[in-house]
Nanobody
Framework: EVQLQESGGGSVQAGGSLRLSCVVS????????MGWYRQAPGNECELVSQ??????WYADSVKGRFTISQNNAKNTFYLQMNSLKPEDTAVYYC???????????????WGQGTQVTVDS
């Protein structure tokens, strides 16, 4: 069974940093569709970053501030978030096999989410 478990969320002041981790099982981290997603109350699901066959993609809103990476030995994906802004506040999810550039909870495998709160 494919499972994903996020951790590393929390509360931080604007300009601070957080590193999210996603431990995956049932598949290896070289899955061609691994990504980080977020959703704030009242907002649509947003694809933050995705790895497709080793190529990375970032939403314009986080480009230059966030970095996606992986540790194959630990079957873990990471999202390093720097220069955080209040508008980054959301529940962050890691997910697999959602689809290319897609953000839809009906597809793929999703973790339980981890809350990120950025205070102004």
């Amino acid at each position: 069974e494919v499972q994903l478990q996020e951790s590393g969320g929390g509360s931080v002041q604007a300009g601070g940093s957080l590193r999210l981790s996603c431990v995956v099982s049932g598949f290896t981290v070289d899955d061609p569709y691994m990504g980080w997603y977020r959703q704030a109350p009242g907002n649509e699901c947003e694809l933050v970053s995705q790895i497709v066959d080793g190529n990375t993609w970032y939403a314009d809103s986080v480009k230059g501030r966030f970095t996606i990476s992986q540790n194959n030995a630990k079957n873990t994906f990471y999202l390093q978030m720097n220069s955080l802004k209040p508008e980054d506040t959301a529940v962050y999810y890691c997910a697999a096999d959602v689809g290319y550039r897609l953000c839809d909870r009906r597809y793929g495998y999703w973790g339980q989410g981890t809350q990120v709160t950025v205070d102004s």
